[in-house]
């Protein structure tokens, strides 16, 4: 059995870029800057994506492409007979979850495609969007047939392969998604009082940053690079001794500013222009968003292409979330892809059910104060990806000596020793720093903490 490789270096490059951007950039980014401070921000998003993001992201491509094996077999093989496994293990299950409500999520984009498309959110108030939002997510039939639409979209794609699937895809999705978010930025900047909106978000206002917001980038640092759940570590196996990895790291962590940057650009300046409040929260997509484009001239196409990318982005990313699963299972047995893929798939729908249902039917189940999908959103993203996240970032430097992550570093690449110096200790010491500190403010114990001492 041979190990499925990336066709081009483009290919690997569009696909792991597909994987970090999702709704990571594009749903969230824009609702954390507006609730964070805008500018301010997203200067100190920028610090920390570069100096404790992209040295994590480097790291689980280092021991992706040494062991050339899957999410488990990767830890299992560098740390034998111990239970460092586990990384791997925890990555799956965290992937299984967040694809049970995040194709919750692909649905209602779905959704609202085909509603823009049938004249349905035309003539509404900027209030009344707000309301059918509501009324859409709380109705059982058109959620759960939009989610299985979006989680078979995502089983084609990943049971043709690495090269036919997940690349070919990638490959036309995410210059798509460039080319439509231009498209939306060109016609944002046009609208009248849209400079309030750029200066909202490239203006920084450190008088506006809070220790909430700083602790909100640093947490979307990670999270917006796909990081903590060995998805990267999955994709890096499938690539040659050649493929620079810093460099390839590099390309990706500017993909990811430029979608976040190009989604503030895209929707900033129309909240401002009409007089709506950027810090709305994740409702921002789909109550205020239509708010925004409806009422400009053509308003209804720069919206359908807005629906298009963030559709696009959020399937690149279901993409890697499943392909994780599914190669952990196959063990590199292609002749097992089509069948895992579909059995994994209509699992992880079946599973999403109760979270598409916790706006209608179900809305009445509370645990711990939230429903089913919030519940499941903060488990895997204040405790399952940090955890992960953070078990990633002590075992490389612990698990495998210096000359051999310079040894696998240095294949492909001219990177020298200051860089690979540099690298290794904000991954050995900063980056574990800086995500138990995520961690703890994500379970509310830091304010503990700080205040013991």
């Known amino acids: 059995m041979s190990q499925e490789q990336w066709k081009s270096k483009l290919g690997f490059i569009f696909a792991a870029a597909g994987s970090a951007i999702g709704l990571g950039a594009i749903w969230k980014f824009p609702y954390v800057a507006g609730t964070g401070g805008g500018g301010a921000f997203f200067i100190v998003f920028l610090f920390f994506t570069f100096i404790l993001g992209a040295p994590l992201l480097l790291g689980e491509f280092v021991i992706g492409r040494r062991t050339q094996g ?32 995040y194709s919750v999520v692909g649905g209602w984009i779905i959704i609202y495609l085909v509603e823009a498309i049938s004249g349905g959110l035309n003539g509404l108030s900027p209030d009344q969007y707000g309301q059918i939002f509501s009324e859409t997510i709380a109705k059982p039939v058109p959620t759960l047939f939009a989610q299985l639409i979006f989680v078979l979209i995502t089983i084609l794609v990943v049971a043709k392969g690495v090269q036919k699937g997940i690349e070919k895809a990638s490959k036309i999705m995410i210059p798509a998604l460039f080319l439509l978010f231009i498209l939306l930025v060109i016609r944002s900047l046009t609208l009248d009082g849209s400079s309030e909106g750029i200066e909202f978000l490239l203006v920084p206002d450190f008088t506006k940053l809070t220790s909430e917001s700083i602790l909100f980038a640093l947490g979307q640092a990670f999270f917006a690079l796909s990081l903590g759940v060995s998805v990267m570590v999955t994709y890096a196996s499938y690539l040659p001794k050649t493929q620079n990895l810093p460099k390839s790291v590099f390309s990706i962590v500017i993909m990811n500013i430029m979608v976040a940057l190009l989604a503030g650009l895209a929707i900033f300046p129309g909240v401002f222009s009409f007089d709506l409040e950027p810090n709305a929260g994740p409702v921002l997509i789909f109550a205020v968003l239509p708010a925004v484009f409806l009422q400009m001239p053509f308003g209804i196409i720069f919206f359908i292409a807005f629906l298009l990318l963030f559709l696009f982005a959020a399937l690149t990313s279901a993409f890697s979330m499943i392909e994780i699963i599914v190669a952990s299972i196959i063990k590199k047995d292609s002749t097992k892809r089509k069948q895992y893929t579909w059995i994994i798939g209509i699992l992880i729908f079946i599973v999403g059910i109760p979270s598409c249902l916790s706006y209608g039917v179900l809305s009445d189940v509370i645990l711990f104060d939230k429903n089913i999908f919030d519940l499941l959103d903060f488990i895997v993203s204040n405790v399952l990806m940090p955890l992960g996240a953070l078990l990633i970032s002590i075992f490389i430097p612990l698990k495998l000596s210096k000359r051999d992550l310079y040894e696998e570093i240095a294949h492909g690449s001219t990177s020298g020793k200051v860089f690979f110096n540099s690298w290794y200790y904000l991954l050995k010491y900063i980056t574990p720093i800086a995500i138990i500190i995520v961690f703890m403010d994500a379970l509310g114990l830091l304010d503990k903490v700080i205040s013991y001492f």
């Open 70 to 101: 899957d999410a488990v077999t990767t830890y299992q093989n560098i740390a034998p007979n111990s239970l460092w496994g586990i990384i791997g293990k925890l990555g799956i299950v965290t992937c299984f979850i967040l694809l049970s409500f």
